[in-house]
């Protein structure tokens, strides 16, 4: 087991690794930017080194400085957990070189199976059926000529994007060569990566997402799914899980395929494969991410299961404790993302509590806000017997939560799950239109 752990990030997913870290007996080393100097992330670890200011790209970006901080510390990991390196191959090659173990996928690894549209030929063989697309486009000519052939309306993807960027639904050639070289460039700047490429937009349709975890003998648990599909300019707001939309045959069907393709692919670690699923109950492959992923707590209040500490376990060699047949997905739980919509001080903060209510963030009061990350502040989670009871519990959990000194979107979080479509389960990625 892994002695002492560097973590790569900060906000509340640094938190979260930081306190699974002390559970297992493992040090923690957490980095932080010059405006990041008081944040809970770096209290709560054993040791802490600033890597840089307030930008990124001098500090959570910087590559050379987070493992100058591993290697002064005595790490021997670093954890990068969702964002910023945590899908970069040149960094985890990086950590691999200086002798220090990543967890999260292998820097080989992710060369492979990072380019969305070799991933999906790739899930394609191995018996998951995937959506209509082309590799990487070579100019906006061949995808113009693409978009025809597969039929529009069609998606415009940058090939190294996450976390809902890169993405433009294209009616039209003349859309298609009117946004092309604005999504090259936004790429490219988001990503270091330029590389676009189209697939059938598949509309209208639910966002559903599987949970995985594989250990170095092969063996794959599949944890059930995640609805994903309320989301506003792709980035998602409400996530839940189990489906409302999936029954437990097609559930156990898919899970089962799913878990034969990824031990295919002889992958290690945590990873979620992401589907659409269409008004005829069909699934259809998009893309694998390599990583720990924002909404991960839901699939843990389900099934029970610690995703951090196995994530950790499985990079460090130890096999699984379970079988799939040990899998158990119970009762329904769902996540409201909680977002500043300003900056500034938190003047008071109260976290709604009662059985199976957590809220999973790196805010206290006193704690400032700054422009310079991610909006979000926190991730509210919530777990029931059924689903109906879930929804009333969440319902109460964003009513008790207090955050002042910033705007948040706690009453829009609050009108979402009250919306009768959002009750009674029919919603789809079309639900936040005219919201």
Known sequence: MFTKILIANRGEIAVRIIRACKEMGIATVAVYSEADRDCLHVALADEAVCIGPAASAGSYLNEERIISAALATGAVAIHPGYGFLSENDHFAALCEANDLAFIGAPAQTMQALSDKAKIKAMMQTAGLPTIPGTEALADVSEAVRAAEEIGYPVMLKARSGGGGRGIRMVTTPAELRQVYDTAVAESQAAFGDGALYLEKCVYPARHVEFQIIADEAGQCLCLGER??????????????????????????????????????????????LEFL???????????????????????????????????????????????????????????????????????????????????????????????????????????????????????????????EGVETNIEEQLALISAQDFVLGTYDLRFMEGR
């Open 277 to 403: 699923l269409d008004g005829e109950g069909h699934f259809w492959f998009m893309e694998m991410n390599l990583r720990l992923q924002v909404e991960h707590a839901v699939t843990e209040m389900l099934s029970g299961i610690d995703l951090v500490k196995w994530q950790i376990r499985t990079v460090c060699g130890i096999p699984l404790s379970m079988q799939q047949a040990d899998v158990a997905i119970n009762g329904a739980s769902l996540e409201c993302r909680i977002n500043a919509r300003s900056t500034g001080r938190i003047t008071a903060f109260h976290a709604p509590g009662g059985p199976f209510v957590r809220f999973d963030t790196f805010i206290t009061q006193e704690a400032l806000v700054t422009p310079y990350y991610d909006s979000l502040l926190g991730k509210l989670i919530v777990w029931a017997a059924d689903r109906e009871e879930a929804v009333r519990k969440m319902r109460a959990a964003l009513c008790e939560l207090v955050i």
């Open 227 to 272: 609805d994903c599909s309320v989301q506003l300019r792709h980035q998602k707001l409400i996530e839940e899980g189990p489906s409302p939309a999936v029954d437990a045959a097609a559930r156990d069907a898919l899970m089962a395929k799913i878990n034969a393709a990824v031990a295919s692919l002889g992958y290690v670690g945590l990873g979620t």
